[in-house]
């Protein structure tokens, strides 16, 4: 037992440290399912968030995603003001070669295990037809086919929000939110990217676009006549505005001296590889950031939709909300003089505190 006890301390260490509620391993040899589902709060109702499948380097490597992960998912429901707490999974594997139907409805058991405290949806490495193979086994997931009755593909509503995001900031910076003759830079377009690539095209935007499939920023640079860049000149280029759409992180030491943006707001969760240090470098140097659990939040909403009944007009009304929602933010850190992502955090404590209160009356 002693061999092991260090293992089991760090692993609540981990959740004490971050104030999650539960994780749950699942591990099934018959289908190579080896997955980590994390719930981080529920206070505000399920923990919703969505699956990752990701080729991840060990073990520890996606526990620290997913406990990450499912926090922003709590901040994401709160500030956006929906019943919804906040939980996350992960499976490790490639995507590309390791999934099966198989695999995804084992997965969908242990979900179902959970008796409606985690509802899961699409993700990096997931599709709507992964959610379809989920629903075999479980209702606790959204974003399923609309042809079945769900919300399909939620990447339209994320696209929408980001870019509501990025038109609030404009109006702060430039004071006007008309984004003709900007220039941004969208790292990563996969679904989501591409989207948003499309809504600032329309805009008459400067669009300059990174990818690690070389194939598809070909072929998305000649459809919304966009600029290809090398990902490792992404930095150095003198836009307005970056939009990471990737993985997270890629705000750090490293990058943040070259940057010459005056805004970031991108999809990409927990671009801030120090959510302190980084916040509070950015503010110094005078570079607005856009929390990115509050702009990507779309996606969220459009599997809240689906969970209540709501319509497409309704999603659109909701996710339209980001925008006087990340204007809420920005005035708080300029009437604070604090990094908009402590802004941001602080409202979405305080919703999360204040329904913990009614909760308790009764």
Same mark, same amino acid.
């Given at each position: 037992?002693?061999?092991?006890?260090?293992?089991?301390?760090?692993?609540?260490?981990?959740?004490?440290?971050?104030?999650?509620?539960?994780?749950?391993?699942?591990?099934?040899?018959?289908?190579?399912?080896?997955?980590?589902?994390?719930?981080?709060?529920?206070?505000?109702?399920?923990?919703?968030? /969505?699956?990752?499948?990701? @080729?991840?380097?060990? #073990?520890?490597?996606?526990? &620290? *995603? =997913?406990?990450?992960?499912?926090?922003? %998912?709590?901040?994401?429901?709160?500030?956006?003001?929906?019943?919804?707490?906040?939980?996350?999974?992960?499976?490790?594997?490639?995507?590309?070669?390791?999934?099966?139907?198989?695999?995804?409805?084992?997965? /969908?058991?242990?979900?179902? @295990?959970?008796?409606? #405290?985690?509802?899961?949806? &699409? *993700? =990096?490495?997931?599709?709507?037809?992964? %959610?379809?193979?989920?629903?075999?086994?479980?209702?606790?997931?959204?974003?399923?086919?609309?042809?079945?009755?769900?919300?399909?593909?939620?990447?339209?509503?994320?696209?929408?929000?980001?870019?509501?995001?990025?038109?609030?900031?404009?109006k702060e910076v430039f004071g006007t939110d008309m984004l003709a003759g900007r220039s941004v830079v969208v790292q990563g377009i996969g679904s989501v990217g591409e989207h948003l690539v499309?809504?600032?095209?329309?805009?008459?935007?400067?669009?300059?676009?990174?990818?690690?499939?070389?194939?598809?920023?070909?072929?998305?640079?000649?459809?919304?006549?966009?600029?290809?860049?090398?990902?490792?000149?992404?930095?150095?280029?003198?836009?307005?505005?970056?939009?990471?759409?990737?993985?997270?992180?890629?705000?750090?030491?490293?990058?943040?001296?070259?940057?010459?943006?005056?805004?970031?707001?991108?999809?990409?969760?927990?671009?801030?590889?120090?959510?302190?240090?980084?916040?509070?470098?950015?503010?110094?140097?005078?570079?607005?950031?856009?929390?990115?659990?509050?702009?990507?939040?779309?996606?969220?909403?459009?599997?809240?939709s689906e969970l209540t009944g709501f319509g497409k007009k309704r999603t659109m009304q909701l996710t339209e909300h980001i925008y006087d929602a990340t204007r809420n933010v920005i005035q708080?850190?300029?009437?604070?003089?604090?990094?908009?992502?402590?802004?941001?955090?602080?409202?979405?404590?305080?919703?999360?505190?204040?329904?913990?209160?009614?909760?308790?009356?009764?």
């Amino acid at each position: 037992m002693s061999d092991k006890s260090p293992i089991v301390t760090s692993i609540l260490d981990q959740l004490t440290a971050l104030g999650h509620k539960k994780v749950v391993f699942c591990n099934d040899p018959d289908t190579g399912l080896k997955a980590i589902i994390a719930v981080h709060d529920t206070t505000l109702g399920p923990a919703m968030g /969505g699956t990752r499948m990701w @080729n991840y380097g060990s #073990e520890a490597e996606a526990l &620290e *995603d =997913v406990l990450r992960l499912s926090k922003t %998912m709590t901040y994401k429901a709160a500030i956006t003001g929906l019943n919804l707490g906040g939980g996350k999974a992960v499976i490790i594997g490639d995507s590309r070669k390791g999934k099966s139907e198989a695999m995804m409805r084992s997965y /969908g058991r242990f979900i179902k @295990n959970l008796n409606g #405290e985690f509802i899961t949806a &699409e *993700d =990096v490495g997931t599709t709507t037809r992964d %959610m379809e193979f989920i629903r075999m086994e479980t209702n606790h997931v959204t974003g399923v086919p609309e042809a079945i009755g769900g919300a399909g593909d939620p990447s339209p509503y994320t696209a929408k929000g980001v870019y509501l995001g990025i038109k609030a900031c404009v109006k702060e910076v430039f004071g006007t939110d008309m984004l003709a003759g900007r220039s941004v830079v969208v790292q990563g377009i996969g679904s989501v990217g591409e989207h948003l690539v499309e809504l600032l095209r329309n805009e008459n935007v400067e669009v300059f676009i990174s990818d690690i499939d070389g194939e598809r920023l070909q072929y998305v640079a000649s459809k919304y006549k966009a600029k290809p860049v090398d990902a490792d000149k992404i930095f150095t280029i003198d836009a307005d505005i970056y939009a990471p759409c990737a993985l997270g992180a890629t705000v750090n030491d490293r990058t943040i001296p070259k940057m010459k943006f005056a805004i970031i707001a991108g999809s990409a969760n927990n671009p801030l590889a120090d959510e302190q240090k980084h916040g509070q470098l950015l503010l110094e140097k005078n570079i607005l950031f856009a929390p990115d659990y509050l702009i990507n939040a779309g996606g969220l909403i459009n599997c809240y939709s689906e969970l209540t009944g709501f319509g497409k007009k309704r999603t659109m009304q909701l996710t339209e909300h980001i925008y006087d929602a990340t204007r809420n933010v920005i005035q708080m850190s300029k009437k604070e003089n604090i990094p908009t992502i402590q802004a941001a955090n602080r409202i979405a404590e305080l919703r999360i505190a204040d329904i913990k209160k009614i909760k308790s009356s009764f």
